[in-house]
């Protein structure tokens, strides 16, 4: 389900269940989501900073469970990503939450969270955090894209071609998220429903033959042959590796060969300044062809 829009003078609660954050970008976000006419409240433990974390493991939990149930919260921003939230997310309660359904935004290390909410059947924004809404000019895209998804607004992208695309046509559960992430998850209670989705990756800093080990699980596993599409986002400071035989893209595309479901590169979400917000858990139609990509809901 999609939670419901928000409309002015709704409460987003900016929490940091994962790693710690600059608190200056917790000011910057706060004013450019007053600016949409939103009631900013924080987390107690938002801007808190222990080891690499934003506070201890019950401390997190405490602010994310307290942002789930409270009912006047209508979205959740997470400051940002970083690593945690794989010690806490079987802690976790959601069921206020489902009595109460409500966004959440971020991505990266939220992707844990993404799945979590996405196999209880209710969608989540894959877009911008704290740091983002501080620095991009209020009238970038990434920006105007994410206030139009929370008041109503679902995006149509037009992305340009790609050499290594496939054509084709797909609709589907659009799921998905950082690739690293994803794959702490297999075999899990998180781990997703693959069959018959569109499957959306990104990832950051990773060597090629880490992705390319990523890539085989999911290949080998089954996964990869019950999609009804692909779409690759930005790899990040993942510098290509000679020896590998392979440039990342074509360890993708070769893991995918025998498959005959549209398959997308270069779409612009990920660890980089251009991240276009995806609505993960949400019905999603994919359409390629040579004047480029189509995606919308």
Known sequence: MIPPYLQ???QIRIVSPSGSINPEFIDGANKTLVSWGLHVTEGEFARLAYGRFAGTKEQRISDFQNALNDPNVKAILCSRGGYGIAQIIDKIDFTEFLKSPKWLI??????????AITKLGVASIHGIMAKHLAESPAVSEQVLRLKDILFGQLPTYKIQPHLMNRHGKAEGNLIGGNLSVLMGLRGS???LDYKNSILFIEDIAEKPYHIDRMIQNLRFSGVLSE????VVGQFADC???????QTIA?????????????LCFNFPAGHVNFNLPLVLGANVNLQITNEGTSLYY
């Open 8 to 10: 002015s003078s709704d």
């Open 106 to 115: 971020g991505f990266s290390d939220i992707t844990i969270l993404h799945n």
């Open 189 to 191: 209670q998180f781990d």
């Open 227 to 230: 999609l009804s599409g692909l």
């Open 239 to 245: 510098e290509e590796d000679s020896l590998m035989m």
């Open 250 to 262: 074509e360890i993708i595309y070769d893991a995918v060969k025998d498959y005959n479901y549209p």
